[in-house]
């Protein structure tokens, strides 16, 4: 069925150090993969995003990179901030518009 | 550019009671969805609306919970009548037509007793 796996489930980084976040989709068809960060409380934002006719986006310290063939996509963070604790999640949108969501990766960067 | 608006923010009440939530999406947007954020978990699909149609239902608990969006602009989501599982956030999204993102709201936090 329609699946969205994500680990880790927790990740904790020293303060300057990168953090990576791995997500698999089951749907071939998937196209367009967003990433959120979600601060406690509050609602999720988006934070970058990848069309399937590309293998690597970059905005700043984040960049996330998609393996169509293994139907792989990950988050990369470089140089974490204490700013960058936060839940994130991955999603693919299958079928018409349908987003489906990953289960979070709670990120905390010690200072 | 004005953002999803839902109301209210926090709300709660006592299981087998009623409760409903609003949601205004972004001006223009036509699909808007609903989704149940439990704690520690990612936003689960409830209901999408394509302007006033519906989508995709197919994860919504059709013997307690119904939505509507009969304008094709705001919607109301509710729960009758609501059990302990229910506690959740409820979040409201639209998608923006021209580059396909999902914009959220800041959601509706239920507590059922």
């Known amino acids: 069925g329609e699946n969205v796996e994500q680990h880790p489930s927790t990740l904790s980084v020293q303060e300057g150090d990168s953090a990576v976040i791995k997500c698999t989709y089951s749907?071939?068809?998937?196209?367009?993969f967003p990433w959120y960060k979600q601060e406690l409380g509050k609602r999720p934002q988006l934070i970058i995003d990848i069309r399937s006719n590309v293998g690597e986006k970059k905005d700043q310290r984040i960049a996330v990179t998609l393996n169509k063939t293994a139907k792989h996509f990950s988050l990369h963070i470089t140089e974490t901030q204490p700013e960058d604790s936060a839940v994130y999640f991955c999603?693919?949108?299958?079928?018409?518009?349908?987003?489906?969501f990953g289960t979070g990766t709670r990120l905390k960067v010690l200072a | 550019e004005a953002g999803v608006a839902q109301s209210p923010r926090y709300k709660i009440i006592e299981k087998r009671q009623s409760v409903a939530f609003w949601c205004n999406p972004i001006s223009g947007h036509a699909t808007l969805y609903w989704y149940q954020q439990i704690l520690g978990q990612g936003p689960k699909l409830l209901i999408q609306?394509?302007?006033?149609?519906?989508?995709?239902d197919s994860q919504l608990p059709k013997d307690r919970f119904s939505a509507e969006r009969l304008k094709g602009v705001d919607s109301t989501l509710k729960i009758q009548p609501a059990k302990l599982e229910d506690s959740a956030v409820y979040l409201c999204?639209?998608?923006?037509?021209?580059?396909?993102?999902?914009?959220f709201g800041s959601g509706t936090q239920l507590s059922v007793l």
């Open positions: 999204a639209s998608r923006d037509q021209a580059g396909g993102k999902l914009f």
């Open positions: 749907d071939s068809a998937s196209n367009y």
């Open positions: 609306f394509q302007n006033n149609g519906v989508v995709d």
């Open positions: 999603a693919a949108q299958i079928g018409t518009y349908k987003y489906i």
